[in-house]
């Protein structure tokens, strides 16, 4: 044992909570970073897509996803200890993995967990692990961002997955100081990092072949679900609107996800082609009708808070788009759209089905 308490064998599975992202992962290359095989062209009848333009679609649709979680493997056992090199700077080790807990503010840990086949030792969820198997334990995030420290230490938990998007700081530290170890994850949610993030989810957790196992299950999935976009020459033009009532309304850009999701069924992100420049920026007339949107991507939850298409026709200049002048609005539960995990896959082919045959 060194000095620090750390064992040979957790040194010697020593994993990097904050692995880089595979480049192109999904659009371009593999999980490995090799090159997939050319797409289809358009003169090509296995070309994905609908005979249909997409364009003269009329009115709101709804892009449905199966949201079981389906684990990769049964009967897994994590092979501990582990080292882990948190994302925080810290190095800690997991020699217990029988109470888990993993919160973030997508539900994209817990999805993970779930689908290495280790859901039965979960212990708790946050406020947006809404996959059924999850829908009976206990919210620790009661305010959506925020952890309660007193909830959680009542649960015993043997190791806390996390990252920087909930909080407060204070309470993941108190955790510590519990004794109970406690891992940050990479915080940012895109395509790249899908094969990084599980491969690194599952290396703390010291099942790294089921880990490769969902990798090679997930990047089939995206990769059947991309087949789907149409190879034409003349995308649709879309905007993905982040509302929360009257008070949050944001036009998504780059680095936010959505323009990420956007992509990958073969369409441009308005708020990216129009030069913003910050994943999320407060809606206005000028930027929305220059943007000139043909189908306007919004979270179920949102939808609802602005009274639904009514609603968001009222939101600035959404009336004086195409979209807003065909009611073409496509909305997805806040649970997936954005979670980047296990099921993106499904997430991809639900949005391009909802968008180019609702």
Do not use: W
């Not at 493997?73 to 501990?80: C, K, R, S, T």
């Amino acid at each position: 044992m060194s000095a620090d308490g750390t064992t040979a064998a957790a040194a010697a599975e020593a994993v990097d909570a904050c692995q880089e992202p595979v480049t192109g992962f999904g659009v371009s290359v593999d999980a490995d970073g090799e090159p997939l095989p050319e797409r289809p062209t358009p003169d090509d009848p296995s070309a994905g897509g609908s005979a249909e333009d997409p364009r003269e679609v009329l009115g709101p649709s709804t892009a449905t996803v199966d949201q079981t979680v389906t684990p990769v493997a049964d009967d897994v056992e994590p092979a501990l200890p582990v080292t882990v090199h948190s994302c925080d700077g810290e190095t800690v080790v997991i020699d217990d993995a029988s109470r888990i807990l993993a919160v973030d503010l997508y539900g994209t840990l817990a999805e993970i967990v779930f689908s290495l086949g280790l859901g039965d030792r979960v212990v708790g969820r946050d406020a947006s692990t809404g996959f059924p198997q999850a829908a009976e334990l206990p919210l620790v995030t009661p305010g959506g961002h925020d952890m309660n420290a007193e909830a959680i230490l009542d649960l015993d938990p043997t190791v806390v997955l996390t990252d920087s998007s909930v909080g407060p700081p204070e309470v993941q530290q108190q955790l510590r100081d519990a004794g109970i170890p406690v891992v940050f994850f990479d915080d940012a949610r895109d395509l790249d990092r899908i094969p990084s993030q599980i491969r690194a989810v599952a290396g703390a957790l010291g099942v790294r072949e089921a880990g490769e196992q969902l990798v090679e299950r997930t990047s089939g999935e995206i990769a059947d679900a991309l087949a789907l976009a149409p190879a034409g020459a003349d995308p649709l033009r879309i905007a993905f609107l982040y509302t929360r009532g009257g008070m949050v309304q944001l036009l998504a850009g780059p680095r936010s996800g959505a323009d990420a999701m956007i992509r990958s069924i073969g369409a441009v992100d308005v708020g990216t082609d129009i030069g913003l420049d910050r994943p999320f920026t407060q809606i206005t007339s000028e930027a929305l009708v220059e943007a000139a949107p043909d189908v306007i991507i919004m979270m179920t939850k949102g939808l609802e808070s602005i009274g639904g298409v009514d609603g968001m026709l009222r939101l600035p200049g959404v009336a004086q788009t195409p979209a807003g002048e065909k009611l073409r609005v496509v909305d997805m539960a806040d649970s997936v759209l954005l979670s980047f995990g296990p099921r993106t896959g499904r997430t991809i082919e639900a949005l391009a089905h909802a968008v180019y045959q609702p």
